[in-house]
């Protein structure tokens, strides 16, 4: 066999592909879904604690917040994973059975809250001090102005990011294969990598590889459409709304409108 | 605009003082609006003016000196429940920009005077009919003129009904033409007897709708009383100065 068909067949040996197929769909994806979603949501949630915490006036909050973002930062993904998967696998035990899913998530989750932390507090930060002062001046404390006005502003202009994280988030989801599943539980990657190893032919990796692709590539379009949305309005609806300048004696005719 | 308010309070400024670092902003100024009455706030930029207005709702505290509304100081109060009472407009209107017109109004009612939903939505929209604004209550504050945004901002405070108003270069940001659209919504506020005190370069307006005009240099208030007193018969060499470079 010439060595160009040989490579042809390492890579997209059709038949090996078909066969991997139904239990990466079956298995594989919910398994990275599952693992992926609860993380993202966890880790979003801990980073928007992180951030606030970041920015506030007490060092005690500032400073833990700091400590932490530089340590799960700081450390590969795949050492923190087998650290808090091994390592807190005894108290695991104690409270949900071997299951290595819970701790895994965990892990994963840690990791994308150092980073989401970060694209938040910029987020924040970023919105202008006016805002917080017309909040404050309806008479709101800073917690729901914080909460009503500058949060929902500050993620807004951090979405592109925040979603870079979440991708970064389904392809290190693939790590928890070091945490040893049983093959119910196997995601994408380790089901590709299963078949890779039995069979000597690399197809179903790349299978997973394009699974990896289908979940992320549209996400960036996603959030892409939802950041101009956000940033323009609804499409705009036609306005019946009559003319709405008759204000005083005082205005006397000067219009107002753009 | 028919009159909004009937709850307005009398607001006095007793010798405030505020100090930024070595940089002293407030140095003991004293102000007195009766009930109902209107204050306009002149002088040179840099003379403390917005800062005054931040001090008598406490955005920002004042070193030393006294803050009363209808007779009480008010120092001693929860600071968010004396804003809930004294309405501010400021210069970049502060609008939320991820709301619409009609939340931006409804915001402090639901979750501050705690209306249901149908009463903070039928409150706001009287009040952006008053401010001539009844149409956009569905736009995004970012498709108004900003003529039309400080309206949206004026409705936004008086929607709480407040018992004083403070205006803070309410007018600066604006085009030319958008001025007078939000100087007649406040001339009539004033007419409808909200006690209000209004920093402004605007001369024509202090001269025909104040009660008193305060003339503020270096943190404090040099001269201060009824406009024509002011404009016609200025004392101080400062503000006689300062009217012939604005007039």
Redo the contacts between chains.
């Keep these: 066999m010439d060595p160009l068909s040989t490579l042809w067949e390492t890579f997209f040996d059709w038949d090996a592909m078909r066969e991997a197929l139904p239990e990466m769909l079956t298995v594989g994806l919910p398994n990275t879904l599952i693992l992926a979603v609860s993380a993202a949501l966890l880790g979003s949630v801990l980073g928007l604690l992180l951030a606030v915490a970041g920015i506030s006036r007490s060092r005690w909050l500032r400073w833990p917040a700091r400590v932490y973002t530089d340590v799960f930062r700081g450390l590969p993904a795949a050492a923190t994973i087998l650290l808090i998967g091994v390592g807190l696998a005894p108290l695991g035990m104690q409270v949900w059975g071997p299951d290595p899913y819970p701790l895994g998530i965990l892990a994963l989750s840690l990791i994308a809250a150092a980073y989401i932390g970060e694209i938040f507090r910029s987020g924040i930060q970023s919105v202008e001090a006016?805002?917080l002062?017309?909040?404050?001046?309806?008479?709101?404390?800073w917690a729901?102005a914080m909460r009503?006005?500058i949060i929902?502003?500050g993620i807004?202009r951090v979405l592109p990011a925040w979603v870079n994280q979440l991708i970064a988030l389904i392809k290190d989801s693939s790590l928890v294969y070091f945490l040893g599943l049983v093959a119910s539980q196997r995601e994408l990657f380790r089901i590709g990598q299963d078949y890779a190893a039995t069979t000597g032919n690399e197809s179903a990796l790349l299978l997973a590889g394009l699974c990896y692709l289908a979940l992320t590539v549209p996400l960036t379009h996603v959030v892409n459409w939802i950041d101009r949305r956000?940033r323009n309005?609804r499409p705009a609806t036609a306005?019946t709304?009559?003319?709405?300048?008759?204000?005083?004696?005082?205005?006397?005719t000067?219009?107002?409108?753009? | 605009?028919t009159a909004t308010t009937t709850t307005s309070v009398s607001l006095d400024v007793r010798d405030v003082h505020l100090a930024f670092g070595p940089n002293r902003v407030l140095r003991g100024v004293d102000l007195s609006v009766p009930r109902g009455a209107t204050a306009c706030v002149i002088g040179p930029s840099g003379s403390g003016k917005s800062t005054l207005l931040r001090t008598i709702?406490r955005?920002i505290e004042p070193d030393r000196g006294d803050v009363l509304l209808d007779g009480r100081s008010v120092l001693g109060d929860d600071p968010?429940?004396?804003?809930?009472r004294v309405?501010?407009v400021?210069q970049?209107?502060?609008?939320?920009?991820?709301m619409s017109v009609l939340r931006n109004v409804t915001?402090?009612l639901r979750?501050?005077r705690k209306l249901g939903a149908d009463e903070a939505e039928s409150v706001a929209r009287a009040q952006l009919e008053l401010?001539?604004?009844?149409?956009?209550a569905n736009s995004?504050p970012?498709?108004?003129?900003g003529?039309?945004q400080q309206?949206v901002a004026i409705a936004?405070?008086l929607a709480?009904r407040p018992e004083v108003m403070l205006f803070d270069e309410a007018t600066s940001a604006l085009d030319p033409?958008?001025v007078?659209?939000?100087?007649?919504?406040m001339?009539?506020l004033s007419a409808a007897g909200m006690t209000m005190v209004v920093v402004t370069h605007e001369m024509g307006f202090a001269r025909q709708v104040a009660d008193t005009v305060a003339f503020m240099d270096r943190g404090v208030v040099l001269e201060a009383g009824p406009p024509e007193a002011i404009f016609e018969r200025a004392e101080h060499p400062r503000l006689r100065r300062f009217l012939d470079q604005v007039l």
Excluded: C, I, W
């Design positions: 006016a805002q002062e017309g909040a404050r001046a309806l008479g709101f404390s729901d009503l006005v929902p502003q807004r956000l309005g306005s709304e009559e003319d709405d300048d008759d204000v005083t004696s005082y205005a006397a000067e219009g107002d409108r753009r | 605009m709702n955005l968010d429940a004396l804003r809930q309405g501010m400021f970049q209107f502060n609008l939320f920009p991820h915001l402090a979750r501050l401010v001539g604004l009844a149409g956009k995004r970012a498709q108004l003129s003529g039309q309206r936004r405070a709480l033409e958008l007078k659209g939000v100087l007649g919504v001339a009539d």
